[in-house]
């Protein structure tokens, strides 16, 4: 899983903190207390939210945010409310439930100065739920969307300055994850099906730090396949751009050893 971003302290809490710190003092109470429907007028409500969030007792603070939208929904405090409990969610880590609440938020305020960090914090959901390159990639793609997304709505804003660094990191991801099925798919012998997967990679995540190894795998590949051409192009791009790869010294030796003809001087 990728870790919690960086800019959490300064983003996320900068953001949040403009929507909480506009409350009054908060009041107590057990979670019973505070989680059953009791009508409460919406300063109280929202303050105990608050104070909740600042206690770290987030899904209680959630639930209350929740209540102030259920209980005052045409007061200004229900849209803060919105976001905020879309953002308590989120440091609960219950990423479905913060997705949902942004995405409630953003279909009623649309046009919102606050949407930009709404649909931030749903790239962040997706974002963090990314896992290891053995398993199904969906959330990495749903992150990869959600995170270009916000670059096409909001590109002087930064959310998509921290976007940007996070597709990067996000293509490193998926690019690796077709370099763990090409490598299987070699060790069976393959060699085609092995040979789709680098070139996705080549084609598709030239800028990630796999983009070597595929070259490389494409020369082993396309040697096992009986295309010794198609490898040299291989070999050709890999010495153009990474010249003192180590992907590069074997790939010149295996096209020494195995279609000298083709080996460059």
């Not at 809490?13 to 929507?19: N, R, V, W, Y």
């Not at 909480?20 to 109470?29: E, L, M, P, W, Y």
């Amino acid at each position: 899983m990728f870790e919690r971003s960086r800019l959490k302290p300064v983003i996320l809490a900068a953001a949040a903190g403009a929507l909480v710190f506009t409350a009054g003092c908060a009041s107590g109470g057990n979670k019973s207390k505070d989680t059953a429907y009791v009508a409460r007028d919406v300063d109280t409500l929202y303050a105990a939210a608050k104070a909740r969030l600042a206690q770290g007792r987030t899904k209680q603070a959630a639930a209350l945010f929740d209540e102030v939208e259920r209980q005052h929904p045409y007061s200004p405090w229900a849209r803060r409310a919105q976001l905020m409990s879309a953002f308590s969610w989120y440091a609960a880590r219950d990423y479905n439930k913060s997705i949902q609440s942004a995405q409630r938020f953003l279909s009623i305020h649309p046009g919102n100065k606050d949407a930009p960090y709404a649909y931030y914090l749903i790239a962040l959901c997706y974002y963090e739920q990314i896992s290891d390159v053995t398993r199904d990639q969906r959330t990495t793609e749903q992150a990869k969307a959600a995170l270009t997304d916000i670059v096409r709505r909001y590109p002087a804003t930064p959310y998509a300055a921290d976007a940007k660094l996070k597709i990067d990191l996000v293509n490193d991801h998926l690019a690796g994850k077709e370099m763990t099925i090409g490598r299987n798919y070699e060790r069976r012998g393959k060699w085609l099906a092995a040979t789709l997967r680098f070139r996705n990679v080549v084609d598709n995540f030239q800028t990630t730090s796999h983009t070597p190894e595929a070259l490389f795998r494409l020369v082993e590949s396309y040697l096992s396949l009986g295309v010794p051409e198609e490898a040299q192009k291989a070999a050709a791009v890999l010495q153009a751009n990474y010249p003192e790869s180590k992907w590069y010294e074997r790939a010149y030796r295996l096209m020494d050893k195995y279609a000298p003809e083709n080996v460059a001087a």
